[in-house]
């Protein structure tokens, strides 16, 4: 009984051990079977790896001649002085949109979010095309000018990023100098002329201040002698040995709010006055331009090649295995 139970142990356990291992999660590969595969269905995977390979290849090379090189440049817009710029906004939102200053110090991005979209319309615009295209002599078409910069805002949002590319190293970097060069001297003009706009509503502004300040105190002034003449009159009628005046500050209520408010804005304009004077040239000079002056080639023959056979192997290995098992079922 010992021995059957010994011998029925041993087979179990030897059923056991030829048992596929299911659980482990292992999937054995038979490469003859892969070689067998492909030897048939050979012409599908040829055929496959060519279209593929001379596709992707192509692409790479062929597709786009004419952005083989490349100059890569950033644009900041300052926020230097960044309380005044906020303090700006609030009294003239115009101007201070047309020199791209920042209108909330708290959130610097919602500003330059929409400024670098500006600058990304500026330098595809026809004035600064049409600037590079006569620095460039007439050399370069203006589509061609126009087609060669690429622009995207950096993964944080602080900055603008713009490629000039062409497809031969000496051009490019002419048709970059050009076409940055133009976009810095026409922004930087167009920002002179809001700073002049700015700078004379300001003083504007605070000459009918001082206007509407005058005008309340004598209002007040007259407001006073009134009051004190209707004192007078009033005391002459009373009989009294000693009549005694008192100078009087006092200003009516309405007068008074009015010229409290006016008082305020005045303060902050001549701040903002005195700023704009100061540091004129932070007003004017809003953008940073970082230019990487070496040209950069975009296409590796060697890493095209590579990318090309891997891709064609891929691929040719895919449609031979996917061929082979809709013809066997």
């Given at each position: 009984?010992?021995?059957?139970?010994?011998n029925?142990?041993?087979?179990?356990?030897?059923?056991n051990?030829?048992?596929?291992?299911?659980n482990?999660?292992?999937?054995?590969?038979?490469?003859?079977?892969?070689?067998?595969?492909l030897?048939?269905?050979?012409?599908?995977?040829?055929?496959?790896?060519?279209?593929?390979f001379?596709?992707?290849?192509?692409?790479?090379?062929?597709?786009?001649?004419?952005s083989?090189?490349?100059?890569?440049?950033t644009?900041?817009?300052?926020?230097?002085?960044?309380?005044?710029?906020e303090?700006?906004n609030?009294y003239?939102?115009?101007?201070?949109?047309?020199?791209?200053?920042?209108?909330?110090?708290?959130?610097?991005?919602?500003?330059?979010?929409?400024?670098?979209?500006?600058?990304?319309?500026?330098?595809n615009?026809?004035?600064?095309?049409?600037?590079?295209?006569?620095?460039?002599?007439?050399?370069?078409?203006?589509d061609i000018?126009?087609?060669?910069?690429?622009?995207?805002?950096?993964?944080?949002?602080?900055?603008?990023n713009?490629?000039?590319?062409?497809?031969?190293?000496?051009?490019?970097?002419?048709?970059?100098?050009?076409?940055?060069?133009?976009?810095?001297?026409?922004?930087?003009?167009d920002f002179?002329?809001?700073?002049?706009?700015?700078?004379?509503?300001?003083?504007?502004?605070?000459?009918?201040?001082?206007?509407?300040?005058s005008?309340?105190?004598?209002?007040?002034?007259?407001?006073?002698?009134?009051?004190?003449?209707?004192?007078?009159?009033e005391?002459?009628?009373?009989?009294?040995?000693?009549i005694n005046?008192?100078?009087s500050?006092?200003?009516?209520?309405?007068?008074?709010?009015?010229l409290d408010?006016?008082?305020?804005?005045?303060?902050?304009?001549?701040?903002i006055?005195n700023?704009?004077?100061?540091?004129k040239?932070?007003?004017?000079?809003?953008?940073?331009?970082?230019?990487?002056?070496?040209?950069?080639?975009?296409?590796?023959?060697?890493?095209?090649?590579?990318?090309?056979?891997?891709?064609?192997?891929?691929?040719?290995?895919?449609?031979?295995?996917?061929?082979?098992?809709?013809?066997?079922n």
């Amino acid at each position: 009984m010992e021995k059957n139970n010994k011998n029925n142990i041993q087979i179990e356990t030897k059923k056991n051990d030829l048992k596929p291992e299911s659980n482990t999660g292992l999937v054995s590969i038979d490469i003859k079977n892969i070689f067998r595969i492909l030897k048939k269905r050979k012409w599908w995977f040829i055929a496959t790896f060519i279209i593929i390979f001379c596709a992707v290849f192509s692409f790479t090379y062929f597709v786009t001649p004419e952005s083989k090189y490349s100059i890569q440049s950033t644009v900041l817009i300052s926020t230097d002085n960044i309380k005044y710029q906020e303090k700006i906004n609030y009294y003239f939102p115009k101007e201070a949109y047309d020199l791209w200053l920042i209108a909330n110090e708290a959130y610097p991005l919602n500003s330059l979010n929409y400024y670098y979209m500006d600058a990304v319309s500026y330098i595809n615009s026809d004035k600064v095309i049409d600037s590079a295209y006569q620095k460039l002599g007439n050399l370069f078409s203006k589509d061609i000018l126009r087609k060669s910069i690429v622009t995207g805002k950096s993964i944080d949002g602080t900055q603008l990023n713009i490629s000039i590319s062409y497809k031969n190293k000496s051009d490019t970097k002419k048709i970059a100098d050009a076409i940055l060069g133009s976009f810095v001297e026409n922004k930087k003009s167009d920002f002179e002329a809001s700073y002049d706009s700015l700078l004379k509503k300001t003083d504007n502004k605070i000459n009918n201040l001082n206007s509407e300040v005058s005008s309340l105190m004598n209002q007040a002034d007259n407001y006073s002698l009134e009051f004190n003449k209707k004192i007078v009159n009033e005391l002459k009628t009373i009989n009294n040995n000693q009549i005694n005046f008192y100078v009087s500050d006092y200003i009516p209520p309405d007068i008074k709010v009015k010229l409290d408010a006016d008082n305020d804005q005045l303060t902050n304009l001549k701040d903002i006055k005195n700023n704009l004077e100061e540091y004129k040239n932070l007003y004017i000079n809003r953008i940073v331009l970082n230019t990487n002056n070496e040209v950069i080639a975009n296409i590796n023959i060697l890493k095209n090649l590579i990318l090309s056979l891997a891709a064609g192997i891929i691929f040719g290995l895919i449609f031979a295995f996917a061929a082979n098992y809709f013809k066997s079922n």
